[in-house]
């Protein structure tokens, strides 16, 4: 199932995609069925797919990152939260901070689907919902010179999210995810490379911090970021979940 949230005149609505159509959504997000087709899924509007209320995301958790930076694997992942104001959909714009480097982190994104607390890695898949493609937007130069990231990973439209949610994601920790550039690729990777795979993600996570039902966790990002200037689109890809693009705008 493909999940999405899409815009009407009445305001978002939940969706279901098969083939090229969309159709109403019926039910609970976490209990959805197929209503009535609205039309082809190319003449929608896609929102983000979810609103979360706690967005958990994991720096350096590529090996080769880890290997590029010259670091040694950690003992836990390097966890920090974005705040849920940073969220913004496919092909809506994000907002460059003017005088600051300006980066995108392609990245896997889990969605939670039931509420997690002191999860076992091996049990991990029965509170994901499914996933979905995310950019971690960062503000490199207020990054280094901040005590804590706030405005670095949490100013508004920092974290894309889109186009969907699949609930029937195969091998998610064994496909490609590349990123484009005006259709220049600069990451290329797999999620196969993975420091900490998804379930030891989650147990070391809600040891300590209960995620609930449309929460994100971000899983991390390959080398290849580089700035972005306004004007650029990024476009994020992850083998069987799609592209989820967005254009820069000058803050």
């Known amino acids: 199932m493909r999940i999405v949230r899409y815009a009407?005149?009445?305001?978002?609505?939940?969706?279901?995609?098969?083939?090229?159509?969309?159709?109403?959504?019926?039910?609970?997000p976490g209990a959805l069925r197929r209503g009535a087709a609205v039309g082809p899924l190319a003449e929608a509007t896609l929102l983000a797919p979810v609103e979360p209320t706690t967005i958990v995301c994991v720096g350096n958790n590529y090996d080769e990152l880890?290997?590029?930076?010259?670091l040694d694997r950690p003992e836990i992942p390097n966890v920090f939260l974005k705040a849920a104001n940073t969220i913004v959909?496919?092909?809506a714009d994000v907002v460059a901070p003017a005088g600051q480097r300006f980066e995108f982190e392609g990245e896997l994104a889990l969605v939670i689907g039931a509420t997690a607390r002191k999860v076992a890695a091996a049990d991990w898949r029965d509170y994901v919902l499914g996933f979905t493609i995310a950019n971690d937007l960062t503000a490199r130069d207020w990054q280094l010179a901040d005590t804590q990231w706030w405005r670095a990973k949490s100013s508004d439209t920092f974290c894309p999210v889109g186009p969907w949610i699949d609930t029937d994601y195969a091998d998610p920790e064994a496909r490609a995810l590349r990123t484009l550039v005006n259709d220049e690729v600069t990451q290329d990777s797999t999620t196969a490379d993975l420091t900490f795979k998804l379930g030891e993600v989650l147990e070391i996570v809600t040891a300590s911090l209960t995620l609930q039902p449309g929460d994100l966790v971000l899983t991390g990002t390959p080398p290849g970021f580089r700035p972005l200037?306004?004007?650029d689109v990024v476009e994020v890809r992850i083998d069987g979940l799609g592209a989820l693009r967005n254009t820069v705008v000058a803050g």
């Open 8 to 28: 009407t005149p009445e305001g978002p609505r939940h969706g279901l995609i098969e083939g090229d159509t969309l159709y109403a959504a019926e039910g609970a």
């Open 66 to 70: 880890l290997a590029a930076k010259g």
């Open 89 to 91: 959909g496919p092909d």
């Open 229 to 231: 200037h306004p004007g």
